[in-house]
Structures are given as C-alpha cells and as structure tokens.
C-alpha cells in the first residue's frame, strides 16, 4: 500500500493552534479537496472532528477515546498500526491527512509528501516535523492569494 502525506504549514512549521488551522487560504482548500477525491483518509479523531467526513472520501480516524461513527465511510481504529493493517487489506493508497501525532508517527513511512508552506508567521501550538534527509523535492509551485503558499512535492528516495 502507497502512503502519502498531505499538510499546509506556515514558514516556522506550525500546523494548528488547538483545534484550529490559523489561516485560511483561497485556493489551498482546493487543492486538498482535489487531491483527496475519492481517496482514503488517516486522520487523527481532533482533526476529524473539527473537519466533519467531506463527500466521496473515506476516512480512518485513529483515537485513543471512545469515539464511533455511524458513517459508512468512517472506520475507527484504536491505532495507528490497525489503522495500517487493514487498510492494506482495504486499499491500495491512503493520504495521511491530519494530525500532529500522525505525521511525527508516519513521516518515516510515507512514499510522497504533498506540502503547501503559507507565507504566514501565526500562533500555534501544533508543528509539522522535520522532512527526512531521505526525501527529495521533485516540485515547487507558488501561488498569490489572500495569504500566498507554495506547494511542494517531495518524494522519498529509492
């Protein structure tokens, strides 16, 4: 199973203030909507809960609490590794959506991080962690909005 990585980050790395992104972006939004149309999701339960299940997704949400779902496109696993495991049964690709503990956990694993780096200095308490040495950056674009990005693919090295 391929896993990705997909965040937005300001220029120092934070990645949320509790359980808010502190920026709103035009056009960034749209990007992650499109690149996760009709993919598998792993998110961590906060970032689901303050996102809510966007359409024509489906989600594994790790929890450590007693949250459930009634939602046929919302799979709760009590953690990451049973997450994994039967998503490779489930799938063949899952985009790592969210989460500070997710992506420290999973940067490692990860075959393709897709990041959008705010041009943003905010508060926050949450960070991205560090891309490893064993990643490469295979492409960069920047993009003007309300609050200018660059989106970066980088990939891991074979």
């Given at each position: 199973?391929?896993?990705?990585l ?58 450590r ?12 696993f ?11 049964t489930?799938?063949n ?21 897709h ?23 295979v ?20």
């Amino acid at each position: 199973m391929k896993l990705s990585l997909m965040a937005a980050k300001s220029k120092q790395g934070i990645i949320g203030n509790g359980p808010d992104i502190p920026w709103r972006a035009k056009g960034e939004q749209l990007l992650f909507k499109a690149m996760t149309y009709n993919q598998w999701l792993l998110v961590g339960r906060k970032t689901f809960e303050s996102m809510g299940a966007l359409p024509n997704r489906q989600y594994a949400v790790v929890t450590r609490s007693d949250f459930t779902s009634t939602d046929e496109n919302v799979f709760v696993f009590s953690s990451i590794e049973d997450a994994l495991a039967q998503l490779d049964t489930m799938t063949n690709h899952v985009i790592v959506a969210d989460g500070g503990e997710l992506y420290a956990s999973l940067i490692t694993q990860v075959d393709t991080l897709h990041i959008s780096i705010m041009d943003i200095e905010p508060d926050g308490d949450i960070f991205f962690p560090m891309i490893p040495d064993t990643f490469t950056l295979v492409f960069e674009q920047g993009f003007e909005s309300n609050i200018n990005y660059t989106y970066q693919i980088w990939q891991k090295s074979q």
